[in-house]
């Protein structure tokens, strides 16, 4: 799955902190809780053919200038589900990890996106073993909010 965290603050000049919040701070806390939090767990669900779930942020973009706080981060998550894993899980873990900052900092403003691309459900395949190959098939969907899944059956094809 591929979808994006913003972390939204106050844009202001950097010599005047005290009027904006940082947003590329904020979003570090995030990164920092994935790294922390997240991954570790991933641990416990691990798959006998295809090892623990994968996270990457791939991608991040935030500020202007460099006198200037940003009032937008955006980072990109790649997030890579095993068999047997519900893919909305996936993401609660995400909306769970941002309550959980908000609440612990006043300051803290962060949304997460609807995917942008979601991998196909695993299934099981010919002779009752997963099928491998779906874990790297997507649908690319673009900016659209909208999510699709497929599901690919090496007997059926695709529907």
């Given at each position: 799955m591929w979808w994006r965290i913003v972390t939204r603050?106050?844009?202001a000049p950097s010599a005047t902190v005290q009027?904006?919040?940082?947003t590329i701070f904020k979003m570090a806390q995030v990164i920092q809780a994935i790294e922390s939090k997240l991954i570790p767990r991933y641990q416990e669900k691990r798959?006998?053919?295809v090892g623990a779930p994968?996270?990457?942020?791939?991608?991040?973009?935030?500020?202007?200038?460099v006198n200037t706080f940003s009032d937008e981060c955006t980072i990109e998550i790649d997030r890579c589900i095993v068999?047997?894993?519900?893919?909305?899980k996936g993401r609660e873990e995400f909306?769970?990890?941002l309550e959980e900052l908000k609440a612990s900092d006043p300051e803290f403003d962060a949304v997460m996106e609807e995917a942008f691309l979601e991998?196909?459900?695993?299934?099981?395949g010919l002779s009752g073993r997963p099928n491998l190959l779906a874990h790297d098939a997507f649908i690319l969907i673009g900016d659209s909010p909208t999510s699709l899944t497929l599901?690919?059956?090496f007997r059926e094809g695709l529907s």
């Open positions: 603050g106050k844009a009027l904006g919040v940082n798959h006998p053919l994968r996270v990457n942020v791939a991608v991040i973009e935030g500020g202007t200038q068999p047997g894993e519900v893919t909305s909306r769970a990890l991998d196909i459900p695993h299934r099981s599901r690919f059956d």
